[in-house]
């Protein structure tokens, strides 16, 4: 959330605060197809390493990605950058609703 205000030193400060969250290993599987539509723009497509090492999203990562759409203005990876953010407030938001309702 900190990404939008942009604070980026504040963004990947609460990242670390926060640590490990479940969402962490479900993003890269709902990201993937991004990357391939993506695939093409080798400057959006060189994301996905720093994005996804090791099969886990990396949230500051996300954060570097966010503050070089900003730089940057690129429309392409802004583009991604949004979908990205989309897909991640979706399953947040699924998370936070399947907790609520098991408790």
């Known amino acids: 959330m900190h990404r939008r205000e942009p604070d980026y030193s504040n963004a990947k400060y609460w990242s670390r605060v926060v640590g490990y969250h479940p969402l962490h ?27 996804v090492p090791n099969k886990r999203w990396l949230l500051n990562a996300f954060v570097d990605c966010c503050q070089e ?5 690129d429309p392409e990876l802004n583009a991604f950058a949004q979908q990205v953010q989309w897909l991640e407030m979706l399953l947040l938001l699924q998370k936070t609703s399947l907790d609520a309702v098991s408790v």
């Open 25 to 51: 290993d479900e993003l890269p599987a709902a990201v993937e197809p991004l990357f391939e539509r993506y695939a093409a723009l080798s400057h959006v497509a060189s994301w996905k390493e720093r994005l």
């Open 69 to 73: 759409c900003e730089t940057t203005g």
